[in-house]
């Protein structure tokens, strides 16, 4: 599996072994919640944007060294700073041990695939964590995307816990478990078969 994505295409995953495409596990959310940034500022959502592909590079790179694989990084100054000290304290309190950092994989029987930003264990205990960094608000769509999306492909069959992470600029966090997982498969599952319809019928 040789997976590549490209934002804004078509069906953003891409298996460049087996030519197969695949619909991105953002691109579900899409449909599920159209209106997440109805009314926000282009400008301002692009540099939110920004901050957030920083934010998850800091937030591998800090995992990364709970596993004594690198060093942790260095603090960013400005408001990164303070969102990278909710990382830091969150890896301080929980103890995270990386299983998998930022890597993408596929559901070949639903026809889609993601980037989950860490499987992990917690706290010194033995169960496997799914967990995606957030610097939003938070959102019922994220537990859709974690328990339905990341957890049910190819590679993460031992993940029994899912949660967003979520830090604030003032150097907290707040860990919010996901666990309705009939009814966020329901909810991810209507939105891909969404997604199918409109491809199949040549609506964007």
């Known amino acids: 599996m040789n997976l590549r994505c490209i934002r804004g295409a078509d069906r953003e995953y ?3 072994d087996t030519k197969r495409e695949y619909f991105s596990v953002s691109q579900v959310l899409t ?3 159209p209106d997440a940034f109805a009314g926000v500022d282009p400008f301002v959502l692009a540099a939110a944007q920004d901050r957030g592909k920083d934010l998850h590079v800091l937030f591998a790179l800090r995992l990364l ?6 060093q942790p990084p260095k603090r960013p100054t400005g408001i990164i700073g303070g969102f990278y000290d909710g990382i830091d304290l969150f890896c301080r309190q929980r103890k995270p041990k990386p ?3 930022e890597q993408s994989s ?3 029987k639903d026809g889609y695939a993601g980037t989950a930003d860490t499987e992990c264990l917690l706290d010194e205990q033995p169960e496997h964590w799914c967990i995606d960094l957030k610097t939003g608000f938070e959102r019922a769509v994220h537990s859709a995307q974690v328990i339905a999306g990341y957890k049910r492909m190819k590679g993460y069959e031992k993940v029994k816990r899912c949660a967003s992470l979520y830090i604030r600029k003032n150097g907290t966090y707040k860990l919010v478990e996901h666990t309705h997982n009939h009814v966020d498969l329901a909810w991810f599952m209507g939105g891909l078969t969404v997604l199918n319809g409109r491809r199949a019928n040549g609506i964007r």
């Open 31 to 33: 449909v599920l919640d």
């Open 14 to 16: 891409q298996d460049l």
């Open 106 to 108: 596929v559901n070949d």
């Open 99 to 101: 299983i998998k950092v």
């Open 65 to 70: 060294a709970e596993s004594n694989l690198g």
